[in-house]
Structures are given as structure tokens and as C-alpha cells.
């Protein structure tokens, strides 16, 4: 009865917060991963952006604000992953805080030799498991032009990794997807990224990626949703196992323009 209660609540509260087809449509046409998009996953897009707006916490940092126009783009951006695996996949965490621009932030590194390395420095996104996921708008606004870089879908991605515990570049598998297949083709991935960069070959997606299994994951996943055709091309099977995964194909969204 309780959960009753509260999806009534929550639907009603989107009702409320639901964009004019107007502004959507604007928010929309402003990024190419989101303009790729047909009228039936429009309409979807926009219903899953109010709930997000209902359900979400969005909160400025250092000073700032954030309005309505703020946080329209980020709901519509993190709606996207979740087109078709629904909001279940964010059920771990509640509240956005939005920067103006870049933030500092501490961090802690362990180095190959065990060392411990601690300091600050600027960061676009942040994810914690079971939040809060932490954006810069000037990176959101720069987010879905077709380049690859999408940090809404990058840290997003680290909070679906983090659904059946740390981040480590395994997230939960529909049944679809056999764990030997994930695991292999991943790794192997992740390893020919690391020898070029190696090796001073340049590298077709962000060389970030190689930082770690969870970072190939969500950088990989930015690439699948905004430059679907250059991850196809570099990573055929990634790109196949990702399709699995949210259950969409950007590829044939752009082939179809």
C-alpha cells in the first residue's frame, strides 16, 4: 500500500513538473544524441524527465542557484540512458548539487607501488555510490554535440556500476548478456586502449578510459550514446554488448537521419 501511495504521488508530481512540448523540444534539439531521437521516444524521454524533476533532489554548489532552466537539460540528459531499462537503474541515489562550472574536489590515489597520493583538482562530474551525483553545467551544456564527451551519461553511468556494489566497470547484466562475453570482451578492450596509449598511438576514444575497468565503462558509454559510429568502428563488440545493455541503438537513430 505504501509503494502505491508513493508512485501515485510521484506520478501526480510529474504531471506537474512535466516541460511544455515547446521547451522539451528546444532542450532536444540542442544536443545531437537527443535530437537523433523519434517522436515516440521523445514523448517517453520527456515523461521520464519529470519524474526525474519529481523525484530527484537538485541542489547548487559554491553559491550558485540552480533554476528551472538548469535543471530541465539535466533530467532530459540523464533520462537518456535509461530510455528503455526505466528508473529502476537510479534508485540508489537522490539528489543532484550542480556547479556553474568546474569544481575542485579532493582525491586519493593508489599508484602501481602502493603509494598513496592525496590532493585536488578540477573535476566536470562526480559520482558517489548511492549519490550524490555532483555536475558542472558549463560540462552539461558542452555534453551530446557528437564528440563523445557526455559527462550527465558518463557519471551515470559509474551510478548504474555501482547497483551491485563498487564501481568496477561490471555492471548488472540483463540475462541477454552472458558474463564470460562481458568480461572478455571488455578486458580485451581495455587492454588494446592501454597499449596504444602505451605506445603513443593515439587513441579513438578518450584516453581517460584507460584509468580504470569502471572509467572504460562509463567513457565507452558516453561514446555509445554520442559518437555511436566511432565506438562501432573501434570497438565492435563493446559497442554490441552496450546495445544489450540499455537496450537501444544510437547507431541505427543516426543511420536512419
Given at each position: 500500500?505504501?509503494?502505491?501511495?508513493?508512485?501515485?504521488r510521484?506520478?501526480?508530481?510529474?504531471?506537474?513538473?512535466?516541460?511544455?512540448?515547446?521547451?522539451?523540444?528546444?532542450?532536444?534539439?540542442?544536443?545531437?544524441?537527443?535530437?537523433?531521437?523519434?517522436?515516440?521516444?521523445?514523448?517517453?524521454?520527456?515523461?521520464?524527465?519529470?519524474?526525474?524533476?519529481?523525484?530527484?533532489?537538485?541542489?547548487?554548489?559554491?553559491?550558485?542557484?540552480?533554476?528551472?532552466?538548469?535543471?530541465?537539460?539535466?533530467?532530459?540528459?540523464?533520462?537518456?540512458?535509461?530510455?528503455?531499462?526505466?528508473?529502476?537503474?537510479?534508485?540508489?541515489?537522490?539528489?543532484?548539487?550542480?556547479y556553474?562550472?568546474e569544481?575542485?574536489?579532493?582525491?586519493?590515489?593508489?599508484?602501481?607501488?602502493?603509494?598513496?597520493?592525496?590532493?585536488?583538482?578540477?573535476?566536470?562530474?562526480?559520482?558517489?555510490?548511492?549519490?550524490p551525483?555532483?555536475?558542472?553545467?558549463?560540462?552539461?551544456?558542452?555534453?551530446?554535440?557528437?564528440?563523445?564527451?557526455?559527462?550527465?551519461?558518463?557519471?551515470?553511468?559509474?551510478?548504474?556500476d555501482?547497483?551491485?556494489?563498487?564501481?568496477?566497470?561490471?555492471?548488472?547484466?540483463?540475462?541477454?548478456?552472458?558474463?564470460?562475453?562481458?568480461v572478455?570482451t571488455?578486458?580485451?578492450?581495455?587492454?588494446?586502449?592501454?597499449?596504444?596509449i602505451?605506445?603513443?598511438?593515439?587513441?579513438a576514444?578518450?584516453?581517460?578510459?584507460?584509468?580504470?575497468?569502471a572509467?572504460?565503462?562509463?567513457?565507452?558509454?558516453?561514446?555509445?550514446?554520442?559518437?555511436?559510429?566511432?565506438?562501432?568502428?573501434?570497438?565492435?563488440g563493446?559497442?554490441?554488448?552496450?546495445?544489450?545493455?540499455?537496450?537501444?541503438?544510437?547507431?541505427?537513430?543516426?543511420?536512419?537521419q
Amino acid at each position: 500500500m505504501i509503494g502505491w501511495l508513493r508512485r501515485r504521488r510521484l506520478s501526480h508530481r510529474a504531471d506537474e513538473m512535466m516541460p511544455s512540448a515547446a521547451e522539451f523540444a528546444a532542450v532536444c534539439n540542442a544536443s545531437r544524441c537527443l535530437a537523433l531521437l523519434n517522436g515516440r521516444e521523445r514523448q517517453r524521454l520527456r515523461r521520464l524527465a519529470a519524474i526525474i524533476l519529481a523525484d530527484k533532489e537538485f541542489h547548487g554548489a559554491g553559491g550558485f542557484q540552480p533554476g528551472w532552466e538548469h535543471c530541465l537539460p539535466v533530467a532530459a540528459h540523464a533520462a537518456l540512458p535509461v530510455l528503455e531499462i526505466g528508473l529502476g537503474a537510479y534508485e540508489q541515489f537522490r539528489t543532484f548539487i550542480l556547479y556553474e562550472d568546474e569544481f575542485e574536489s579532493d582525491f586519493e590515489e593508489i599508484d602501481e607501488a602502493g603509494v598513496v597520493h592525496r590532493g585536488r583538482d578540477l573535476r566536470a562530474g562526480e559520482a558517489w555510490q548511492r549519490g550524490p551525483v555532483v555536475l558542472s553545467l558549463a560540462d552539461v551544456h558542452q555534453s551530446g554535440q557528437g564528440d563523445g564527451y557526455h559527462v550527465v551519461v558518463h557519471e551515470l553511468a559509474h551510478q548504474i556500476d555501482h547497483l551491485n556494489g563498487d564501481a568496477d566497470g561490471y555492471p548488472p547484466l540483463p540475462r541477454q548478456i552472458a558474463h564470460r562475453d562481458w568480461v572478455d570482451t571488455f578486458s580485451a578492450a581495455y587492454r588494446r586502449l592501454k597499449r596504444q596509449i602505451e605506445a603513443g598511438i593515439e587513441a579513438a576514444i578518450d584516453p581517460y578510459a584507460a584509468e580504470s575497468p569502471a572509467e572504460f565503462f562509463a567513457v565507452t558509454s558516453e561514446f555509445f550514446f554520442d559518437w555511436p559510429e566511432r565506438l562501432a568502428d573501434t570497438e565492435a563488440g563493446v559497442y554490441r554488448l552496450l546495445s544489450e545493455l540499455y537496450q537501444q541503438d544510437p547507431l541505427a537513430r543516426l543511420q536512419r537521419q
